[in-house]
């Protein structure tokens, strides 16, 4: 097994574990800031509540459904933060249980950006912001993630 590529692939991990657990932390202290739990002078929150109070205001959306799409969103950023630090922790090569942890939390991170790219279309988001674009770098990232995972051999040809 060449440990230089077991390196690499689990500090791409370690980067998407860290990634997603700074996601839902923000989203978590911004759904609090929403609740009037923190203060709106809070810096370490991630504005997204809001910001998906206007996205989706095309529709007049009410806002519990809004909250209720936030908070299924936090949920699924702390899942794939959570099973992107057992891919890490647990990876030694692609082959066996590590690669099945792996697969779960890829499927997870590429899952909520392929359904942010989807509300995104739906909300008509791209007529007033460039999350959409963020959002299929964050995809694309991912997918290329996966692929570098997956594909390059835990050992050397030989």
Known sequence: MSRGVVLIKR???????LFFSL???????????????????????????????????????????????????????????FMFWRAFAGFAAWDGPSGRLVETAFALGIGLWAAFLVADEFFLAYLTTDVSSVHLRLFIAQIASLLVVALVPDRDAG
């Open 11 to 17: 500090i791409i991990l370690l980067f998407w574990a």
């Open 23 to 81: 996601v839902f932390v923000t989203d978590v202290a911004d759904g609090l800031t929403a609740m009037g739990a923190l203060s709106p002078d809070f810096i370490f929150a991630s504005a997204n509540y809001g910001f998906m109070l206007e996205v989706t205001g095309i529709y007049g959306t009410p806002a519990w459904v809004v909250t209720l799409l936030f908070t299924g969103v936090v949920v699924w950023a702390g899942a794939a933060a």
